[in-house]
């Protein structure tokens, strides 16, 4: 699975981005998706989940309430609706592909380049 990620930008504080993860190469409904993100000098962390059939999704406690996962088997695709955005989020996102849905990066098998994300205060 090729993943690619696009969206990112620099939004001010309170302000809304969308990405999204284009997927290509082998079957993308059979995989479960995830958002990590990693800010510099800090350990990357997981943001958001969705299982194959997107019946299943996982947030995490720090973007509970903001942020929306969602997913098109058709497209081939996988969204991250982010509002209320402030400057911890800032970070480089990246979109990865598993058997299944769970918080640690190791758990993926496929990532993608990852997009910048800047949010002024």
């Known amino acids: 699975v090729q993943l690619v990620e696009s969206g990112g930008g620099l939004v001010q504080a309170g302000g809304s981005l969308r990405l999204s993860c284009a997927a290509s190469?082998?079957?993308?409904?059979?995989?479960?998706m995830g958002w990590f993100r990693q800010a510099p000098g800090k350990e990357r962390e997981f943001v958001a989940g969705?299982?194959?059939?997107?019946?299943?999704?996982y947030s995490a406690d720090s973007v509970k309430g903001r942020f929306t996962i969602s997913r098109d088997n058709v497209k081939n695709t996988v969204s991250l609706q982010m509002n209320s955005l402030n400057a911890e989020d800032t970070a480089v996102y990246y979109c990865?592909?598993?058997?299944?849905?769970?918080?640690?990066?190791?758990?993926?098998?496929?990532w993608g380049q990852g997009t910048q994300v800047t949010v002024s205060s």
């Open positions: 990865a592909a598993g058997s299944k849905v769970g918080t640690a990066p190791r758990g993926y098998d496929y």
């Open positions: 969705i299982s194959w059939s997107g019946g299943y999704t």
């Open positions: 190469g082998r079957t993308f409904s059979s995989y479960a």
